[in-house]
Every structure is written in structure tokens, then in C-alpha cells.
């Protein structure tokens, strides 16, 4: 088989795969545009014959969606400017001092990485609630998911660190440097990439948060849009097309920040593999 064909072989597998990936996305999209008949008939469409473009204004006005993408911002982005100041100096940490201790210490913050959310739950809440930070409950969902957040912050932070050679922080220190400057001089800048793409990554998963909003705020109005598109759900559902509107508002700026970040998110997650 020439290269050409093999080439040309593997970029229509990867067309169909990513078709299959993508279709229900765009099912989410066409559904939110379908009457109600529309949705349920046989065979499907692919595209309403008449779509009901006003359903986003309706979802958007009838469930306060300016509010609920207001408090996954404010959730996002709390979780995600805790996680950079804590965990970029233990990434550091860990990527410059190797011993016994610090194979440990990187050993368990991996464990930590594979407990869910609905595990850590109860202990947290029963925590949270002892401390009194369940009275100021976005507080406690943003240092929820920070500390579930941040194994993975530190694990692909440390690999950008290590990247950045040594001598390079050594030569600083010989300049007159200490060793704090050198970090913020030479280390910092060089790794901005790698913390930058973890940083995104961490933010998209923030602001789709679910358990821990769900499970510690009570008050509507400081609830996230996660737990506002679960007040669509009930025995007698069928409202449809605005859950999949509501759902629709709600990824649209995700998905927009994956693409128009795509090569950078890309090329950071790379960055620790070619050392």
C-alpha cells in the first residue's frame, strides 16, 4: 500500500469517527429546533421543516439563563485561580526535587485523581458543614472542585516543568538570582503554555460542575446551569426542545473556546512528552 492511499485510508477514519463523535452533538442542536410532532417522528429528520428559532429566547427568558451562566462563570473561574496559585509551586516542587518522598507524595496526588465526585461527596459536605462554609455555598463548591481539580492540574503542570531545563535556572542563580527569582524570571515564562492549556481544561470541567452544586446550594439563585437544566427533568417531562435549547446555550461558549484554542490546548498537552 503507497503512503498516499494509507494517508488518504486513515483521514477517512478519522472523518467517520469523528462524524459518529460529533452526531449527537448535532442531534442536540437540530432537536432544539423541532416541534414536538418533529421530534418523535418515524423516520427522523435531519433537519425541522420548520424550525422554532424563538425557543432559544424562551429558554433563555423563562429560566433565568443569564443567572445560572453567571454562577459557573463565578464557579469556573474561582475554582480555576485557586487551583494556578496552589498547585503550580507543588507541580514545580515535584518536578525539580526527586526522591523517595516526592514519588509518594506524586503516587497518592494521582489516587486522588481517579475518586469521583460522588464518592467525595458525603465526606465534603459533612466537612464543609462542621466548618460553617456551607453558609457561603459557592465558596465551598469552588474549594470542592479545586481539590478535586487539582491532581490534574499538577500532574500536567509538572510535566511542562520539565521541560524547562535545569541549567537554565542554575545560570540565573550564577547572575545573582535566587532561586524564587529564577522560577518567576526564567521557569514561569517558559511553562506559561503548559498552565495556561491546564488551566482551560480545568475551567471547562468546572463549568459543567454538577454534584457539588447540586449537593451544597440550595439557593436557586446561586445555583450553577448544570443543576438549572436539571429542573427541566420530572416524572411528566416533555419539554423536549427546551432542554435541548437550554443545552444548547449552555455548550455553545465551551465549545467555542475548545476550537478557538484547539492548536494551543494541543500543543501544550504534547509539550511533556517530547523531553
Not at 472523518?15 to 452533538?25: E, M, S
Not at 517558559?190 to 451544597?216: C, D, H, P
Request: charged share 10%; net charge positive; hydrophobic share 55%.
Amino acid at each position: 500500500m503507497s503512503e498516499t492511499l494509507r494517508n488518504r485510508l486513515m483521514l477517512a477514519i478519522a472523518l467517520v469517527l469523528a462524524a459518529i463523535y460529533l452526531f449527537p452533538l448535532y442531534w442536540m442542536y437540530v432537536t432544539a429546533l423541532k416541534t414536538g410532532s418533529a421530534m418523535f417522528a418515524t423516520p427522523p429528520h435531519f433537519w425541522p421543516d420548520e424550525p422554532q428559532w424563538g425557543v432559544y429566547a424562551e429558554v433563555w427568558r423563562s429560566r433565568n439563563m443569564g443567572q445560572y451562566l453567571w454562577n459557573s462563570l463565578v464557579i469556573a473561574s474561582g475554582a480555576v485561580s485557586l487551583v494556578c496559585v496552589l498547585g503550580v509551586g507543588c507541580a514545580y516542587v515535584l518536578a525539580r526535587y526527586r526522591n523517595v518522598w516526592i514519588d509518594i507524595g506524586l503516587f497518592l496526588i494521582l489516587m486522588l485523581q481517579v475518586l469521583p465526585a460522588s464518592l467525595m461527596i458525603t465526606p465534603i459536605f459533612v466537612g464543609f458543614s462542621q466548618l460553617g462554609l456551607l453558609d457561603t455555598p459557592r465558596l465551598a463548591v469552588v474549594l470542592a472542585v479545586a481539590a478535586k481539580s487539582m491532581p490534574f492540574f499538577v500532574v500536567l503542570v509538572r510535566a511542562s516543568f520539565m521541560t524547562v531545563p535545569i541549567e537554565l535556572e542554575e545560570a540565573a542563580m550564577v547572575d545573582g538570582n535566587s532561586r524564587i527569582g529564577a522560577f518567576f524570571s526564567i521557569v514561569l515564562p517558559l511553562a506559561r503554555n503548559g498552565i495556561l492549556v491546564s488551566a482551560i481544561l480545568i475551567f471547562m470541567q468546572a463549568f459543567g460542575e454538577f454534584v457539588y452544586s447540586k449537593s451544597m446550594i440550595q439557593a436557586v439563585d446561586l445555583q450553577p446551569a448544570s443543576v438549572g437544566l436539571y429542573t427541566f427533568m420530572g416524572p411528566n417531562t416533555n419539554e423536549w426542545n427546551g432542554i435541548m435549547a437550554y443545552s444548547t446555550i449552555y455548550v455553545t461558549p465551551i465549545l467555542a473556546l475548545f476550537v478557538l484554542l484547539q492548536r494551543r490546548i494541543v500543543s501544550g498537552l504534547t509539550s511533556g512528552a517530547l523531553k
